[in-house]
């Protein structure tokens, strides 16, 4: 599946080329922490990321152009993968994973459809120093020693290509339901289906980039409107293969995974706007007894 990575890469360089010639300016940024611990408050499997994201591209009219190119999302990711043990790695027990990504991806729109465009270059492993980076903050709030590092999953580099396509129906002036299909080739493949619902004065003439950890849709451009806004969605994906669940490692990925989440906006103002949202994460390899409830959090203040 490297192929469709590169073929992603191809694009993009050829849409960014061909949109050189249009101004462009910062839009916005985009961000979301998720964590168990602010979860289920346990700490294993999906153990926390944080994504970040900068959106330039020419004036903001409430949806991506319809030229490929034109608006550019440059994404910023780390995430750790754990297994549930941090003193050791069981039997069957997924491996430690240290993971940094950097890409670049566009937003389009064509007709009722928006469509996603990405490419992401993703490490693994000690070189990334995000397990020293948890190790050291362990050491200082007197957390459980991260034995399993000496065992984790070891430095790789990936390359990643993924594309979603949405649609969004207007139910009335305050609410919308959004479905989309993701298709993502890389460390992990896989096909992906679902749909979001948001209620509220705002987050629907707003750029919602979509968190590859819970699938929660994060505001990459903010749009007006002041207040609550409530979101829920969920989603079910086909594994088809997962470096991060190595057989080598006797780690079976389920086939299957499925995702619940909801969450509330507050926006005081347009400078001023939180989040908080919890999902539902369904049992991602074999021998995993259950699934998670992770946590994620947004804090934005702009001056």
Not at 17 to 34: C, D, H, V, W, Y
Not at 148 to 158: E, F, G, I, M, S
Not at 222 to 237: E, K, L, M
Request: charge should be negative.
């Amino acid at each position: 599946m490297v192929r469709a990575g590169w073929i992603c890469v191809a694009l993009l360089a050829l849409a960014a080329g061909q949109a050189a010639a249009e101004p462009r300016t910062t839009l916005g940024f985009g961000r979301l922490f998720s964590n168990d611990i602010i979860g289920d408050g346990r700490d294993r499997w999906r153990s926390g990321s944080y994504s970040y994201s900068i959106v330039r591209g020419p004036d903001w009219q409430g949806r991506p152009p319809a030229a490929f190119g034109a608006l550019l999302e440059y994404r910023l990711r780390n995430e750790i993968l754990a297994p549930s043990d941090p003193a050791a790695v069981g039997a069957e027990d997924r491996p430690y994973a240290g993971i940094l990504s950097a890409g670049l991806h566009t937003h389009v729109s064509r007709g009722a459809y928006d469509l996603r465009l990405g490419a992401d270059i993703v490490f693994v492993g000690p070189q990334t120093g995000v397990g020293a980076a948890q190790d050291w903050f362990h050491e200082r709030v007197s957390a459980p020693d991260l034995a399993v590092l000496d065992t984790q999953l070891p430095d790789a580099v990936h390359l990643q290509g993924s594309t979603e396509l949405s649609r969004s129906v207007r139910l009335s002036p305050y609410s919308h339901l959004r479905g989309f299909v993701e298709l993502q080739a890389g460390p992990e493949d896989l096909i992906r289906a679902g749909a979001d619902v948001a209620i509220g004065p705002f987050l629907h003439d707003d750029l919602l980039i979509r968190d590859s950890s819970t699938g929660h849709l994060y505001r990459g451009i903010s749009g007006p409107g002041t207040g609550f806004a409530f979101v829920a969605g969920a989603d079910v994906a086909r594994v088809r293969d997962s470096a991060w669940l190595p057989a080598s490692r006797g780690v079976v990925a389920e086939e299957v995974r499925y995702r619940v989440r909801g969450g509330v906006h507050w926006q005081l103002s347009q400078s001023v706007n939180f989040f908080y949202g919890l999902t539902y994460l369904s049992e991602e390899f074999e021998g995993q007894p259950e699934g998670q409830v992770v946590g994620s959090l947004k804090l934005n203040f702009n001056f």
